[in-house]
Structures are given as structure tokens and as C-alpha cells.
């Protein structure tokens, strides 16, 4: 009965490549997110999709790219790993009527994704 | 763009001490949130605070929202060990579409 979910928890491949990490809530939410931590613990908004709707994109490569089958998903897929990709990547949702709810954000496990 | 400047970056305390971490913004916040990480985890929301002034508990947490709107304050009293972790705080931003978070304060608790 996991509330956020992503697959796979941990992700090691070489530069160059292509992957995509999974993300699926059973909450009902309709906005979910992307985030991205960084070896020193920083979290950054990467992207949101509300009803399958981009409606953020912050400075992020064009080598990712968001997709959102339907609300209860969305998956993150990445061109082209560079070294700097290596990260720790969260999924979260939320409800997106009033402050509130887009505020109460729950997150996933996270992947920790290493690019040799 | 909005920055959160949380502080201390980390501290070391004795079980059963008390605890402080806060936040402060040069720009508004409408909405405050506390976050705790685990090893290996996602963070955890632990308190959500919308009006200016509020004081909300959880447990033994305690944060509040400050007056100006730009702060913002974690207390936790009586430290046990399972409160080791990462806390960071976070706000919605101005667009109220994502959150911005703080770097985070360690939190390491010897027995």
C-alpha cells in the first residue's frame, strides 16, 4: 500500500546512455514531480505535470523529459547520461486545488542514479 | 529566485536535549512546510504552516510561521535517537506550483 512509488531504487550505467525511471502514486493525486537531490543533500524542482499537463520546467537539460501516461504516473527519461547527471531523483504528488494542497507533498523513495 | 538560508548546517546533541533549526527568506513565503529525511528515504512531511504567527505541534515538534512571513522555526524537545536525520524546511513558491526547500540540518543524536 505504498503511497508514492519509483523503480528502480537504484539505477548504475554508463555515460552515453539512455534510461527511464518509474513513478507511480495510489493517492489520487493529480500534480506530480520530479525532484532532484544533489551529493550535498539539495533538493530542486525539476519538473510538475497536472492532468498530464506540463505547467513547470525549471532550467533543466532537454536530455530530460517528463511523461505522465495518466495521472496516477509519471516517468522521467533521460538522453545522452553525463557524469553530472548522478543524483539522487524523487518522484512526489499532491492535490493541486488551493495552497494547501499542492503544499502537502508526498515523495517517493527515490533512485539513486550513478553515471560511470 | 526565492532561497531558503537554513541554519545550523548540522549539530551534535545528547539524547533527551532539546533542539532548534530555523529558516529565513529574503522573499515571502505564503506557505511553510518541515521535512525529515532517513538514509536512503524520501522526506517525510512533518509540520505545514499557512498563516503568519502559527505555531503547530506535532509530537514533540513544534515549529512556527514567523510574523514577517520570511521565517520560520523547528523546535524538538527531548531528543531519542531515531530523530537522527536530514530536516529541511521548504515553501511553495510564488507561483505556488513547487516547492523550494532548504540545504537541509543534520541532526545527530548520541545515547
Known amino acids: 500500500d505504498t503511497a508514492v512509488s519509483q523503480t528502480p531504487k537504484y539505477l548504475v550505467t554508463q555515460m552515453g546512455n539512455d534510461k527511464s525511471i518509474k513513478c507511480e502514486q495510489n493517492l489520487g493525486h493529480d500534480t506530480m514531480y520530479w525532484y532532484k537531490q544533489d551529493s550535498k543533500k539539495f533538493l530542486k524542482i525539476m519538473f510538475s505535470y497536472n492532468n498530464k499537463e506540463l505547467i513547470i520546467n525549471e532550467t533543466v537539460p532537454n536530455r530530460f523529459s517528463p511523461k505522465s501516461p495518466d495521472k496516477a504516473h509519471l516517468n522521467l527519461h533521460i538522453n545522452s547520461l553525463e557524469l553530472g547527471d548522478s543524483a539522487v531523483y524523487f518522484c512526489?504528488?499532491?492535490?493541486?486545488?488551493?495552497?494547501?494542497?499542492?503544499?502537502?507533498?508526498?515523495f517517493g523513495p527515490g533512485t539513486r542514479l550513478t553515471v560511470l | 529566485g526565492q532561497q531558503l538560508n537554513q541554519s545550523p548546517q548540522s549539530m551534535f546533541i545528547q539524547e533527551g536535549e532539546d533542539v532548534s533549526m530555523n529558516c529565513t527568506s529574503s522573499?515571502?513565503?505564503?506557505?511553510w512546510l518541515w521535512y525529515k529525511q532517513d538514509p536512503g528515504e524520501g522526506p517525510v512531511l512533518l509540520i505545514a504552516l499557512y498563516k503568519a504567527g502559527e505555531l503547530t505541534s506535532n509530537g514533540r515538534l513544534t515549529a512556527q510561521f514567523g510574523i514577517t512571513r520570511k521565517d520560520s522555526f523547528l523546535n524538538i524537545s527531548a531528543s531519542i535517537p531515531s530523530d537522527v536525520g536530514i530536516y529541511f524546511c521548504?515553501?511553495?513558491?510564488?507561483?505556488?506550483?513547487?516547492?523550494?526547500f532548504g540545504k537541509g540540518t543534520t541532526l545527530s543524536v548520541s545515547s
Open positions: 522573499s515571502i513565503f505564503n506557505t
Open positions: 521548504a515553501g511553495l513558491d510564488q507561483a505556488g506550483t513547487a516547492l523550494i
Open positions: 512526489a504528488s499532491s492535490q493541486s486545488a488551493g495552497t494547501s494542497g499542492r503544499a502537502l507533498q508526498f
